[in-house]
């Protein structure tokens, strides 16, 4: 069984378009993250939630929005998509913030054309 | 800058040689962790290094602490061709919200068979 999970792995779309990325963790973790990886390997954190709180929003534009159902899940939506939204989007869980090791899933690739 | 510098860039090394990398960073770390990248994969937690810490080792890994030069090193002995990927400090900043862990750009490592 995978423990962070992502899907899609690859998404090409549009600009203008509106999109969601999915992810799941099994490991019963509470806190959830999503990173941003850029072309030069650059990853900055954009959003971290615990127990299904936001606890962090990177100023990050407000056509992200994340959503958190449960503790397991994390979802990413992003709105009217622009081409320097283009990058690796990495979802990670941890057992309560970072003082601990986090887990990160395979990432998925948004291109946006 | 808060995140954690990681030297050098690159690194290319024939199979069967050590390996070793630096991170450097400016600001007080509750901890400092270090992943690793595989080409088009997420990231893998390798070591986490407490600031009251000076040395860990797990395998082949070794990692250094130094809270006085605000530098971390790791190294990774008879390196492999599978220990070809990125390699990235991250820093869980002291007094800094439990929830955000910084990154630097990697070091990226080649192994030659």
């Known amino acids: 069984d995978t423990a962070v999970s992502q899907t899609p792995k690859y998404l090409v779309t549009q600009m203008g378009n509106d999109k969601s990325i999915k992810c799941e963790q099994n490991l019963g973790h509470d806190t959830m993250y999503w990173y941003k990886q850029d072309s030069k390997k650059f990853l900055k954190i954009m959003f971290s939630?615990?127990?299904?709180?936001?606890?962090i929003n990177e100023t990050v534009p407000n056509r992200f929005s994340p959503k958190s159902p449960d503790k397991a899940h994390l979802n990413l939506h992003i709105n009217s998509l622009e081409l320097g939204d283009s990058a690796v989007y990495f979802c990670a869980s941890s057992a309560g913030g970072f003082v601990t090791e986090a887990f990160f899933g395979q990432g998925t690739r948004l291109t946006v054309v | 800058s808060q995140q954690g510098e990681e030297d050098p860039q690159a690194l290319s090394i024939q199979e069967g040689e050590n390996a070793t990398m630096n991170c450097s960073y400016k600001t007080s770390i509750n901890n400092l962790q270090w992943y690793r990248q595989n080409s088009g994969r997420g990231l893998v937690h390798l070591i986490l290094?407490?600031?009251?810490?000076r040395e860990k080792h797990s395998g082949r890994l070794r990692v250094t602490l130094d809270t006085s030069k605000k530098s971390s090193s790791l190294l990774i002995t008879a390196s492999r061709a599978a220990d070809t990927a990125s390699y990235f400090c991250?820093?869980?900043?002291?007094?800094?919200?439990?929830?955000?862990?910084?990154f630097g750009a990697g070091t990226t490592v080649t192994v030659r068979a």
């Open positions: 290094i407490r600031s009251n810490e």
């Open positions: 939630y615990n127990n299904k709180e936001l606890i």
């Open positions: 991250a820093l869980k900043l002291r007094g800094s919200n439990d929830y955000k862990l910084s």
